[in-house]
């Protein structure tokens, strides 16, 4: 496996063809992103990053460790407001909202831009109650009945409830891994958002409960767009439509993930796929 120095890796930088890593899904995205910068101090994490999220597709992020993948997801929900010396640059919309606007509710926007974590997060709470968080403090429900069918239809989505129907008010972490991982999509997606954000959300479960969460994300693609970082090529074969391939903190590809994996166009993209580096 070769190392790409530094020296090598500007040559390779050097007269690349930004086109490259272009959006394509300008008709029917959700999420824009134009010349997207990220610091955290005074280093650079993240460089003109210029992408699309279409609506209801699944777009995976691909990338070595440390590329700036994970750093680019969490931008699109405001997570890296969070981190007192990281800064953001550039445009990002949803549908049409500057969501780094002043104005923006950013408790709104993370509602509308849900996020699914590498490790299960359950709150020290019953089953029923992770759920129901949600809708509760957004003010979306005002009686007990409308709560208890949105916690069903969240869990059915989510493919747990029958799994856990008799046993709701139970402590989440009781369940397994996957159970937790898959309760977790049923606390995001209770508020109906927009956006689902996916930070290698199979990395901590076992290859079962990976095959569980990769069924679900499919699923739940017909209703809602999913944008997922993953270190794994197969994984993100199996589960997106769109592929886009980090390198250093820049966008280096982005397109239809059987061309991405079979024929890219970039030797950045071909050297990671073909195993050169990684």
């Known amino acids: 496996m070769t190392t790409n120095t530094n020296d090598e890796l500007a040559q390779i930088f050097e007269g690349w063809s930004s086109t490259v890593g272009k959006p394509t899904l300008k008709d029917n995205a959700r999420m824009t992103t134009r ?32 590329c700036g993948k994970s ?7 405001r997570m890296n407001d969070t981190i007192d010396i990281c800064r953001v640059k550039g445009d ?24 699914v974590f590498q490790k299960p997060n359950p709150f020290p709470k019953s089953i029923y109650d992770n759920v129901a968080y949600g809708p509760r403090i957004h003010g ?12 069903e239809t969240a869990l059915q989505k989510a493919s747990i409830w029958n799994e856990v129907k008799d046993r709701l008010d ?3 972490t009781g369940l397994s891994g996957g159970q937790q991982q898959r309760l977790c999509i049923a606390r995001t997606i209770a508020v109906s958002p927009e956006v689902i954000l996916m930070d290698e959300p199979c990395s901590a479960l076992d290859p079962i409960a990976t095959a569980r969460i990769e069924e679900l994300i499919a ?10 970082v993953t270190h794994s090529m197969q994984q993100a074969a199996r589960v997106s439509s769109r592929t886009a ?12 993930t059987d061309k991405i994996f079979t024929a890219p166009e970039h030797r950045l993209t071909e050297d990671y796929i073909t195993g050169r580096f990684g």
């Open 35 to 66: 010349g997207v910068d990220v610091f955290y101090g005074e280093k650079q994490a993240i460089f003109g990053v210029d992408l699309d999220i279409g609506k209801n597709e699944v777009l995976a992020m691909i990338g070595p460790s440390g």
């Open 71 to 77: 750093t680019f997801l969490r931008t699109l929900n």
């Open 92 to 115: 990002i919309h949803l549908d049409g909202d500057n969501i780094y606007d002043k104005k923006m509710d950013v408790v709104n926007l993370r509602a509308r831009v849900g996020m």
């Open 140 to 151: 979306l429900v005002t009686r007990k009945a409308e709560l208890d069918e949105i916690v």
């Open 170 to 172: 139970q402590p989440a």
């Open 219 to 228: 699923e739940l693609s017909e209703n809602f767009t999913i944008a997922i």
């Open 245 to 256: 391939y980090f390198h250093l903190g820049r966008l280096v590809e982005v397109g239809a």
